[in-house]
T-cell receptor, first 114, second 114 residues
Framework: AQSVTQLGSHVSVSEGALVLLRCNYSSSVPPYLFWYVQYPNQGLQLLLK??????LVKGINGFEAEFKKSETSFHLTKPSAHMSDAAEYFC????????????FGTGTRLTIIP | DTEVTQTPKHLVMGMTNKKSLKCEQH?????MYWYKQKAKKPPELMFV???????INESVPSRFSPECPNSSLLNLHLHALQPEDSALYLC?????????????FGSGTRLTVV
């Protein structure tokens, strides 16, 4: 079965600093990988996804992620944090193997320090 | 229309009540999903409908009963719930089940069982 592990349940960065949220995956077949953001009392919004095309994926709001097969990683980055980036971020994985379903990591709460 | 609409946004129900959650999308998506999210936890998959047929049931208790009347609508019927069922219930849709589509999520129904 596929799974993702998010390292760090809480990450704090200063406004304008680099944002790095870590995600490692486990899958016996090539995975599809996703990053979602959730603001308080709201649903989830897709930031970006990897589906075996380019390994560097650009998403909305200035975020990007790089798929590294050798490290089984899909870390999310943003060069300069903004106050509006404060939210919960979920990494997720699915595989095209029978009945596909999306499985989420435990989430990382990002806090931006003014 | 690029949204998934969930109603109601908030629901308080007693343990003997019967209520329904509604989800609607007009993006032509043929896969729809129900997720349950407890506070500070990732979403957990409950049900998947693909082309109006139940595709995945993640061993959810029978007090939760899904229904997909047509390709745009997904309902979740609730009966005899327990206080531990209090959570945010999220509906999502995707063009089809499989091949790495990202899901579009609604903003959820916040359910409180008293």
């Amino acid at each position: 079965a596929q799974s993702v592990t998010q390292l760090g349940s809480h990450v704090s960065v200063s406004e304008g600093a680099l944002v790095l949220l870590r995600c490692n995956y486990s899958s016996s077949v090539p995975p599809y990988l996703f990053w979602y953001v959730q603001y308080p009392n709201q649903g989830l919004q897709l930031l970006l996804k990897y589906t075996s095309a380019a390994t560097l994926v650009k998403g909305i709001n200035g975020f990007e992620a790089e798929f590294k097969k050798s490290e089984t990683s899909f870390h999310l980055t943003k060069p300069s944090a903004h106050m509006s980036d404060a939210a919960e971020y979920f990494c997720a994985v699915s595989v095209n193997f029978g009945n596909e379903k999306l499985t989420f990591g435990t989430g990382t709460r990002l806090t931006i320090i003014p | 229309d690029t949204e998934v609409t969930q109603t109601p946004k908030h629901l308080v129900m007693g343990m003997t009540n019967k209520k329904s959650l509604k989800c609607e999308q007009h993006m032509g998506h043929r896969a729809m999903y129900w997720y349950k999210q407890k506070a500070k936890k990732p979403p957990e998959l409950m049900f998947v409908y693909s082309y109006e047929k139940l595709s995945i049931n993640e061993s959810v208790p029978s007090r939760f009963s899904p229904e997909c009347p047509n390709s745009s609508l997904l309902n979740l019927h609730l009966h005899a719930l327990q206080p531990e069922d209090s959570a945010l219930y999220l509906c999502a849709s995707s063009p089809s089940q499989g091949v790495g589509y990202g899901y579009t999520f609604g903003s959820g129904t916040r359910l409180t069982v008293v």
